[in-house]
């Protein structure tokens, strides 16, 4: 399931604006082709212009979101409910799993979907998200500030980052799940087991700067 909606504040028209000479969605669409048949894939949009880039890339989009679900604040966890809803109603049953990739992951690939659709199936786990080791770490350089005053957000004795617990980032590239267990706990209820990626391969697409660093290192 690739959810792709036609407004975006940062950067407009992103989601089919040319990086590095092929639409955004390309890269998450080429990603998922490399492993999964045309008809196995999801394109959840509201643009028409989104609609037709995609199936000009072999994926059909039979029904257009509706508006609703397509605002700034929507929530994933909505969009995700209603295209398993539709995806019911036309086979009689919902599937095992969503594959859930989003389309501001250009540097997440073929083979990356390929690994972490095997790690999930080995470790039979409820979800599995792509993550990357964070630079930032509550036990060291993250601060929460009370009554005016800045404290570490987790406390511990430590005094080099080299030496505190590694804090796993969400990438946003991945997400695995069992259908019947977000039914029933959604996102945040679910047990998850990690996928680690680089640095680069987790660049996450949202501020024109983002985009510049993305161009800059696919074009190298």
């Not at 080429?30 to 890339?57: P, W």
């Not at 989003?102 to 073929?110: D, G, H, K, M, Y």
């Not at 799940?177 to 996450?204: A, C, H, P, W």
């Amino acid at each position: 399931m690739i959810p792709a909606r036609g407004g975006s504040q940062g950067i407009p028209g992103k989601n089919i604006k040319l990086l590095a000479g092929k639409p955004l969605i390309q890269y998450t669409i080429d990603a998922a082709i490399g492993n999964f048949s045309a008809d196995e894939i999801i394109v959840s949009t509201d643009s028409e212009d989104i609609k037709m880039v995609v199936e000009e890339l072999g994926i059909s989009v039979p029904k257009l979101r509706p508006s609703h679900l397509a605002q700034n604040d929507t929530p994933t966890a909505a969009v995700i409910e209603y295209e398993l809803k539709r995806y019911k109603e036309f086979n009689g049953t919902y599937p095992d799993h969503v594959i859930l990739l989003q389309v501001t992951s250009p540097f997440r690939n073929a083979a990356h979907l390929k690994e972490a659709w095997a790690n999930y199936q080995t470790n039979q786990s409820e979800m599995l998200v792509s993550v990357s080791a964070s630079k930032q770490n509550p036990y060291y350089n993250l601060f929460e500030e009370e009554h005016g005053i800045l404290k570490k957000s987790k406390s511990g004795n430590y005094t080099r980052r080299q030496d505190c617990p590694v804090v796993w980032e969400l990438n946003g590239a991945i997400y695995i799940f069992r259908t019947d267990r977000f039914l029933e706990v959604g996102i945040e209820g679910m047990n998850k087991i990690k996928y680690e990626m680089s640095e680069q391969d987790s660049i996450d697409i949202d501020t024109p700067f983002d985009w510049e660093m993305a161009e800059t290192l696919l074009n190298r």
